[in-house]
Each structure stands twice: as structure tokens, then as C-alpha cells.
């Protein structure tokens, strides 16, 4: 969940076993015998934890005032020159980084501690599952080799006769994905995006584009010109692999969400050299305007379609060099008032008549009422739009992105059959059962199926294979699913079960939370890490929409305790519970986000949600 923005969270726990994980520590000495297996038992969970921080209100006052902060002092610096010095300054510091010995560890040697996988229960069965980590871009070979980009956590490629994922990019100064591109004239050459996209408080900036020449298994980084920004997209040009496109806006840094200023517009740039040099075809200085979406034509390589935040829809006839608004008659509004962000997705196979674009947002009107997100497409270059059917019950796309659709907006239509087409936003904890997050048309939106079972919620990412559209990918932020059906559900009577999603981040028994497999894929977003002297090995940490997780000392497995973003967390290393096996403290104190402490009986806590709140006396508007 975005850190944000979220919704409500349903249900989640349980354990994995330690294979390689994203937290690092040193092993201990003289450890204790392990204690017996202290693996929680599934029980109903307690609630729901719900937040609906506006990300046009008062995170816009949260990031200015940081903003001012970066350029205080008795001399206050413009922008301009906070964001000349910044950039003398990296420069200083990679030179002295490349004259320095890299390599040794400092301090010791350091150990995986997982989690691979997280594990937690299934949004529509109740059932476990295995989990990882927020997806920031996937891409599909011809060959049918999945690459992935993690929000933090780098690419990774996925091996089908393993069933395991190798990491590509570890030694790379940055781990945020944005964007993957492969070159259609020949798959060897991938482009990836530095800097998540999604526009989250908890988004990371990147340092610029990487190319890899080998598909994805090695990279070399080919420009910096986007460092402190995020590359939310890249298209290339399906003719020639060294041609290409991409699409920036403002980085994000985390938990104080402003990144430091960059001297380089947001927007549409093209390179001809690929990725080594760019030229600014579409920009702007203004941070909230930045592009969040590009797509190429590919019948013909100079014409482009982008969106950008917060402003509206743009289509250039020769190459980027001119641009003209694409709204045609798609309602009106003050898109900037909510941050409306427009999804694109083109399709336009050899032969038809013209290019099929298809679009989908949410917005205000100039009155300041909320209209829910919808989908929209045009067969006229954007003169003409049509509303796409909203469907009914569980297989509804109304509203299909929630009031996250800033954060979670996807829409790809199948590049060889227009009428096939995705939409992927926000899950439906209403539906009976809760379901959603993906649905799928194969009539051009007259009809949707929901493919939403028992996945994680907030959905980033999608992809096709292009030689066998059947096989599609998709990521959200619980981690990577895929299938070779479309997703299931072909059958025109097909109940929503029928759904067909193989679960790339690991697998579990459903019953038991046992490990049967891990696939290595290690991309879980930690907040915090507490210890617990008096029971070495016990870890707890607070991650990014997977809670606050766990680590036992019997199993190693890490169990999520209270689901939804976990925060800061601290250990009381006072006392010790005696009625408590795993010999770990009274309590631990977690957050979610905003306002939200709670406190844990390790002792008493057995699934998800079995937080106390602890706000009592706080007042809860400040």
C-alpha cells in the first residue's frame, strides 16, 4: 500500500523459511538451542487498519516544507543553484567512489536473513500464500523469460526450468526500478528506467538509464542525466534498437518524500545513441507535472501518445519535435486539483486501419466533485473517445483504481488484438469475496472479467510475452504472478476460482504456511529493524504494504504480525515475557503510517491484525 494513500487491508501472516533475504546481519556467536517452533496458527483476523492521506492536500505542505529546508541558511539558495552544487557534488563523490577500494566488507561478514518468501494469507481464500516485495516494471522475452524490476531491490530474471530468480543488478548505486523496455527489432537489448514511477511518499529517485545487451543478465549504465528523477517509462523504437524514448518526472527520497533538486526538465525525451545521449522533446520545470506514461505507435515509430500528471494527454506525428493535446472529448476537469494520472496503452497490429489507444482515470470536475475512475478509448488519434462498459458485481471496472489511481493505473491492451485489454488498479475489499485489482476484456471493453483472486493488492505493472500473448505478468506490491492462460477464466461460465495465476515470489502449503519452495527473490522494502538481545536471532521489521514482520528463531521464517505498511518498530529490552517460549520481550512497538502506534503481546499474537492501538491521548487531527 502506498505509504501515502491507502485503503483497507485484509488479511495476511504467516512464514517462510530463510533461503536469501534483503536484511543483512551478523551472525551470532554461541547462539542458544532454538526453541520449539513458535509458527503462529491461522485465526480470524482482529480488523482493518484505514488511512486516506490526499496526496494534493497536505503531503504538498509536507513537501515544500521540506523543499525550504534544503535551501535554508543565512544565504538562502535558489533551486537553481541548490540543484548546481547537488550536482557538483555527485560527481565529486563518484570520482572519489572509483578511486576507492570497493569490495571488502567493513565491519564483517554479513549474512541473508530473508525473508524469501514473506508469507501471507490470500486476499480471497484466506489461504497462505508466499509474498515478496513492491514491483516497479516487468518485461517479457520472445523466449519467455520474465525480467523484473523491483521498487527497491533491482532487476532480477526468472528461470523457467528452476523455478528460481537471479538478481542482475546488486552492485548497481541504485535498486529503483521504474521502466523496462525491450527492443522488439531484437530482444537482446533492454532498457531499464532508474527511479520508481508510482508517485508514492515512499517512491525512490534513481541516477539515470542502464542498457543491457545480453537480456537483461548483465548492464551498463549509459546516462545520469535523470539522477534524482524517476524514468516512469521508455519506448522504443520497434525498427531500431538504439532509438528510444523516455518519460520523467520528480524522484521521490523516501520517508521525507522530496528528493534534492535537479537542474534537468521532467518530461519526453528521446536518445539516438542507445540511452547514451538525450534531447527534451516535451519538458516542464514544474514538479507536479512530470510524464508518468509513453507509448510509440508501432506501425510508425514518430508517433507518440504521453501523458503527464496532474495536466492531461499529449500526441506528437513526428517524433516528439511538436505536441498536441489528445482530450479530445473525454470530460473535463481540474486534473490538477486531484493529481489525476492517466493510463495509457496502445495496440495497432500490422494491417488495421488505425491505432487503438485506450486510457483510464479518475478526476475532479470544476465544481470540485469527485468522478471514480473509468476507461476510455479512441480509434480517431484522440479526437474521439469512447466510454468503455463499466461491467457489474465482482467484474465491475468502476472505479477500478479506488482514490489510488496516482499510485496503482495500469491499462495494456494485447499489442496483436486491440480488443483483448487489462486493467489493473486498486483490490476490492468490499467484493464478495474480495477480489479485483485485474480485470480483462475480450470484446474492446464491452465486457470485463475480474481476474483478481488471491493476490496481493495495488497493482504497478504488466506485460506480454509478444509472440505468445497468452503468457502476461503482472506485479504488484506483494510481488510478481504469472500466467500462460491470460490469466484464466476463458470460459464464458467460469467462476471467478478459475482464475489462473502461478505465484513467482515462492510457494506454500496453503494449509500449513510450510516452505516448498523458494525462488530466491528477495525485494522486501524494510522501514525498520529492531533486535531482541535477550533471544538472539529474533528479528522484527516494519516493510512496505506487507506489515510488521517476524523473524522466528526455531524455523528462521518471518511472519507478518499486523499487515499493511509497516513502520518504525522498537523492541521493550527491559523485561522478559516468561510466558512466552520464543524468550522475546513484553512488548514491540510498531506504526503503520501518519498517526497509528500499536503494541504487540508477542505471547498472545498468533495472525494478523493482533495489534493493540495505542493512541489513546493523542490528538489524532494534528
Known amino acids: 500500500m502506498s505509504r501515502s494513500r491507502s485503503t483497507s487491508l485484509l488479511v495476511s501472516v504467516l512464514a517462510t523459511t530463510v533461503a536469501a533475504g534483503f536484511i543483512t546481519a551478523f551472525a551470532p556467536t554461541g547462539q542458544a538451542a532454538a526453541p520449539a517452533?513458535?509458527?503462529?496458527?491461522?485465526?480470524?483476523?482482529?480488523?482493518?487498519?484505514?488511512?486516506?492521506?490526499?496526496?494534493?492536500?497536505?503531503?504538498?505542505?509536507?513537501?515544500?516544507?521540506?523543499?525550504?529546508?534544503?535551501?535554508?541558511?543565512?544565504?538562502?539558495?535558489?533551486?537553481?543553484?541548490?540543484?548546481?552544487?547537488?550536482?557538483?557534488?555527485?560527481?565529486?563523490?563518484?570520482?572519489?567512489?572509483?578511486?576507492?577500494?570497493?569490495?571488502?566488507?567493513?565491519?564483517?561478514?554479513?549474512?541473508?536473513?530473508?525473508?524469501?518468501?514473506?508469507?501471507?494469507?490470500?486476499?480471497?481464500?484466506?489461504?497462505?500464500?508466499?509474498?515478496?516485495?513492491?514491483?516497479?516494471?516487468?518485461?517479457?522475452?520472445?523466449?519467455?523469460?520474465?525480467?523484473?524490476?523491483?521498487?527497491?531491490?533491482?532487476?532480477?530474471?526468472?528461470?523457467?526450468?528452476?523455478?528460481?530468480?537471479?538478481?542482475?543488478?546488486?552492485?548497481?548505486?541504485?535498486?529503483?526500478?521504474?521502466?523496462?523496455?525491450?527492443?522488439?527489432?531484437?530482444?537482446?537489448?533492454?532498457?531499464?528506467g532508474s527511479g520508481e514511477g508510482s508517485l508514492s511518499g515512499d517512491a525512490y529517485y534513481g541516477d539515470g538509464i542502464y542498457r543491457s545487451a545480453d537480456g537483461g543478465v548483465t548492464w551498463k549504465h549509459v546516462s545520469t542525466l535523470f539522477t534524482g528523477q524517476s524514468v516512469s517509462d521508455i519506448a522504443v523504437d520497434p525498427t531500431n534498437a538504439n532509438h528510444l524514448y523516455a518519460a520523467t518526472l520528480r524522484g521521490r527520497a523516501g520517508v521525507r518524500r522530496v528528493s534534492a533538486p535537479t537542474q534537468t526538465s521532467f518530461g519526453v525525451w528521446e536518445s539516438t545513441d542507445g540511452g547514451a545521449h538525450w534531447t527534451l522533446r516535451k519538458g516542464t520545470t514544474n514538479e507536479l507535472h512530470g510524464a508518468t506514461n509513453l507509448v510509440m505507435d508501432p506501425q510508425n515509430a514518430k508517433v507518440l501518445w504521453a501523458s503527464f500528471w496532474g495536466d492531461g494527454i499529449y500526441r506528437s506525428t513526428d517524433g516528439g519535435k511538436t505536441w498536441a493535446s489528445a482530450l479530445g472529448d473525454l470530460p473535463k476537469g481540474n486534473f490538477l486539483e486531484g493529481g489525476t494520472r492517466f493510463a495509457l496503452g496502445i495496440s495497432h497490429p500490422a494491417g488495421s486501419a488505425s491505432a487503438t489507444v485506450y486510457t483510464g482515470f479518475d478526476y475532479f470536475d470544476s465544481s470540485a466533485v469527485y468522478h471514480q475512475s473509468q476507461v476510455y478509448k479512441t480509434t480517431t488519434d484522440g479526437t474521439t473517445w469512447t466510454a468503455t462498459a463499466t461491467g457489474t458485481g465482482n467484474d465491475s471496472i468502476l472505479g477500478y483504481c479506488g482514490t489510488q489511481c496516482f499510485y496503482d493505473n495500469v491499462i495494456k491492451p494485447d499489442p496483436t488484438n486491440?480488443?483483448?485489454?487489462?486493467?489493473?488498479?486498486?483490490?476490492?475489499?468490499?467484493?464478495?469475496?474480495?477480489?479485483?485489482?485485474?480485470?480483462?476484456?475480450?470484446?474492446?471493453?464491452?465486457?470485463?472479467?475480474?481476474?483478481?483472486?488471491?493476490?496481493?493488492?495495488?497493482?504497478?505493472?504488466?506485460?506480454?510475452?509478444?509472440?505468445?500473448?497468452?503468457?502476461?505478468?503482472?506485479?504488484?506490491?506483494?510481488?510478481?504472478?504469472?500466467?500462460?492462460?491470460?490469466?484464466?477464466?476463458?470460459?464464458?461460465?467460469?467462476?471467478?476460482?478459475?482464475?489462473?495465476?502461478?505465484?513467482?515470489?515462492?510457494q506454500v502449503d496453503p494449509a500449513t504456511a510450510a516452505l516448498i519452495h523458494s525462488t530466491g527473490l528477495t525485494i522486501t522494502q524494510f522501514t525498520s529493524i529492531a533486535t531482541v538481545p535477550q533471544a538472539p536471532g529474533q528479528l522484527w521489521g516494519g516493510t512496505q504494504d506487507n506489515g510488521t514482520l517476524r523473524k522466528s528463531l526455531s524455523n528462521g521464517r518471518w511472519f507478518d504480525q499486523s499487515s499493511g505498511d509497516g513502520g518504525q518498530v522498537i523492541v521493550d529490552q527491559s523485561t522478559v515475557n516468561p510466558n512466552n517460549p520464543t524468550g522475546a520481550a513484553a512488548y514491540v512497538f510498531g506504526s503503520y503510517f501518519g498517526i497509528s502506534p500499536y503494541r504487540f503481546n508477542p505471547s498472545e499474537v498468533s495472525t494478523f491484525f493482533g495489534n493493540e492501538a495505542i493512541d489513546g491521548g493523542i490528538n489524532m487531527t494534528d
Not at 427 to 439: I, M
Not at 449 to 474: C, E, M
Open 37 to 192: 517452533d513458535d509458527t503462529p496458527v491461522l485465526l480470524t483476523p482482529k480488523g482493518e487498519h484505514e488511512n486516506g492521506s490526499d496526496e494534493a492536500g497536505f503531503d504538498k505542505l509536507r513537501d515544500a516544507y521540506y523543499w525550504s529546508r534544503l535551501l535554508a541558511g543565512d544565504n538562502p539558495l535558489s533551486l537553481s543553484q541548490a540543484a548546481g552544487l547537488r550536482t557538483s557534488a555527485a560527481s565529486s563523490s563518484a570520482k572519489i567512489a572509483s578511486e576507492s577500494q570497493r569490495g571488502a566488507a567493513r565491519g564483517g561478514t554479513w549474512a541473508q536473513q530473508g525473508p524469501a518468501p514473506i508469507v501471507q494469507n490470500g486476499r480471497t481464500t484466506n489461504a497462505f500464500e508466499a509474498v515478496s516485495g513492491r514491483i516497479g516494471a516487468l518485461a517479457i522475452r520472445k523466449d519467455g523469460t520474465v525480467i523484473l524490476g523491483a521498487a527497491q531491490g533491482g532487476v532480477w530474471t526468472y528461470d523457467e526450468t528452476t523455478k528460481m530468480w537471479t538478481s542482475r543488478t546488486k552492485d548497481s548505486d541504485t535498486q529503483s526500478v521504474g521502466s523496462l523496455a525491450i527492443a522488439p527489432s531484437n530482444d537482446n537489448i533492454v532498457y531499464m
Open 418 to 506: 486491440p480488443d483483448v485489454v487489462y486493467v489493473l488498479g486498486l483490490y476490492g475489499y468490499t467484493n464478495s469475496p474480495p477480489s479485483g485489482g485485474v480485470w480483462r476484456s475480450t470484446d474492446g471493453g464491452a465486457t470485463w472479467k475480474s481476474l483478481g483472486y488471491d493476490l496481493h493488492p495495488d497493482f504497478h505493472a504488466f506485460a506480454y510475452q509478444p509472440n505468445d500473448t497468452s503468457h502476461v505478468a503482472l506485479g504488484n506490491d506483494g510481488g510478481v504472478w504469472q500466467s500462460h492462460a491470460g490469466g484464466g477464466r476463458n470460459g464464458a461460465a467460469d467462476p471467478l476460482s478459475a482464475a489462473d495465476w502461478e505465484n513467482l515470489n515462492g
